[in-house]
Nanobody, 114 residues
Framework: QVQLVESGGGLVQPGGSLRLSCAAS????????MSWYRQTPGKERELVAF???????NYGDSVKGRFTISRDNAKKEVYLQMNSLKPEDTAVYYC????????WGQGTQVTVSS
């Protein structure tokens, strides 16, 4: 069955870095656009970054210049490198796959706090 499993979240101090990973299975990963979203309580889910099957990338305004999305089709994984983290980056981060269908992971918590 289809699975997206995020990992790499945790507690980090402001200015620090984290690298999130999302491992995919059960579908043709290389043909899907992959995205990272985040959500905080009481707010809508926000697009953080996406990468197409052709590896074109785009980012939300709040993370441009700090976050980098990448993918490894051989490993069926997508990554989010997060640098210069701020307290407002605190959220649950979700991985999404989309092409003919749309799939979501269960999320991983990122907390930026001193």
């Amino acid at each position: 069955q289809v699975q997206l499993v995020e990992s790499g979240g945790g507690l980090v101090q402001p200015g620090g870095s984290l690298r999130l990973s999302c491992a995919a299975s059960g579908f043709t990963f290389s043909m899907y656009a992959m995205s990272w979203y985040r959500q905080t309580p009481g707010k809508e889910r926000e697009l953080v970054a996406f990468i197409t099957s052709g590896e074109t990338t785009n980012y939300g305004d709040s993370v441009k210049g700090r976050f980098t999305i990448s993918r490894d089709n051989a490993k069926k994984e997508v990554y989010l490198q997060m640098n210069s983290l701020k307290p407002e980056d605190t959220a649950v981060y979700y991985c999404k796959a989309r092409r003919w269908s749309e799939y979501w992971g269960q999320g991983t918590q990122v907390t930026v706090s001193s």
